[in-house]
T-cell receptor, first 114, second 114 residues
């Protein structure tokens, strides 16, 4: 149990287009999901906390108008990178909180913006 | 703000030997959780072990154990009988009991020498 999926696993897009990444908890309900960004050979940086039915909370320095997060149900959160540019190329990882102190991670999405 | 420091960017260990990865953290909170995550080349984050701050007993999971020194704010990971499959990036992480948001260290790349 406690499986989290992400789709797509890889995406290549042209500069200026928008990309949507889905994060699903497959066998549990997650009231809270988190979105992270990881640059090559670096650690995970928390971008935002997504709560079902409410607006996401963004970390300092993360543009909420650029990284739109929607947590429409207890099993689905989406991250949309709007008007993507090459500097947005990165590895995006989501996690879903099942229990009080445990998060389960998705396999990540590699975004390349040309 | 909480910070997590991993002072060893890279470590290596001979197969079947024991290795210890270091982690220190800084917090003003009294109730929190500490984690070690493994990230293999697939980049899937895998929980290795976790520790509740209120528990004095060090957590153990098979070949993995921690040395939790609350007063010193130290949380090291010991891997016994190292196996080739242990080769990965290891991240130490902190989560406050209220927010459950993870703050990661920069990671330690562990190589296992056959």
């Amino acid at each position: 149990g406690a499986v989290v999926s992400q789709h797509p696993s890889r995406v290549i897009c042209k500069s200026g287009t928008s990309v949507k990444i889905e994060c699903r908890s497959l066998d549990f309900q997650a009231t809270t999901m988190f979105w992270y960004r990881q640059f090559p050979k670096q650690s995970l940086m928390l971008m935002a906390t997504s709560n079902e039915g409410s607006k996401a909370t963004y970390e300092q320095g993360v543009e909420k108008d650029k990284f739109l997060i929607n947590h429409a149900s207890l099993t689905l959160s989406t991250l949309t990178v709007t008007s993507a540019h090459p500097e947005d190329s990165s590895f995006y990882i989501c996690s879903a909180r099942r229990d009080v102190d445990e998060q389960f991670f998705g396999p990540g999405t590699r975004l390349t913006v040309l | 703000a909480q910070t997590v420091t991993q002072s060893q960017p890279e470590m290596s260990v001979q197969e079947a030997e024991t290795v210890t990865l270091s982690c220190t953290y800084d917090t003003s909170e009294s109730d929190y959780y500490l984690f070690w995550y493994k990230q293999p080349p697939s980049r899937q984050m895998i929980l290795v072990i976790r520790q509740e701050a209120y528990k004095q007993q060090n957590a153990t999971e098979n070949r993995f154990s921690v040395n939790f020194q609350k007063a010193a704010k130290s949380f090291s990971l010991k891997i016994s009988d190292s196996q080739l499959g242990d080769a990965a990036m290891y991240f130490c992480a902190y989560a406050g009991a209220g927010s459950y948001q993870l703050t990661f260290g920069k990671g330690t790349k562990l190589s296992v020498i056959p």
